[in-house]
Nanobody, 121 residues
Framework: QLQASGGGLVQAGGSLRLSCATS????????MGWFRQAPGKEREFVAT????????YYADSVKGRFTLSRDTAKNMLYLQMNSLKPEDTAVYYC????????????????WGQGTLVTVSS
């Protein structure tokens, strides 16, 4: 029901746009989020907003560099990532929560498979 894509290898300072395709149900009343998990680390919160785009909230580590957007007609959610740093290297996941502005992974009921982002120095 959620499928993330768009990861890849990029040099530091570069940009990538991740996509999250939704299907099978409507997420119009859900909070949508992105998380990431680096090797050997816990899954961490990246960004969240409502499906309509309200209530956007970003982790301090990505604020000013990452931006959420969506195409409701296509049922797509996007994470634009600019000024990438090696520490942004991780598997990125999109997720949906029945509550808004959740920053903990346990609050999200639906998860897509991850997409790997590798930022080289």
């Amino acid at each position: 029901q959620l499928q993330a894509s768009g990861g890849g290898l990029v040099q530091a300072g570069g940009s990538l746009r991740l996509s999250c395709a939704t299907s099978g149900r409507t997420f119009s009343n859900y909070g949508m989020g992105w998380f990431r998990q680096a090797p050997g680390k816990e899954r961490e919160f990246v960004a969240t907003s409502s499906w309509s785009g309200g209530g956007s909230y970003y982790a301090d580590s990505v604020k000013g560099r990452f931006t959420l957007s969506r195409d409701t007609a296509k049922n797509m959610l996007y994470l634009q990532m600019n000024s990438l740093k090696p520490e942004d290297t991780a598997v990125y996941y999109c997720a949906a929560s029945s509550r808004y502005r959740m920053v903990v992974a346990a609050a999200y009921e639906y998860w897509g498979q991850g997409t790997l982002v590798t930022v080289s120095s």
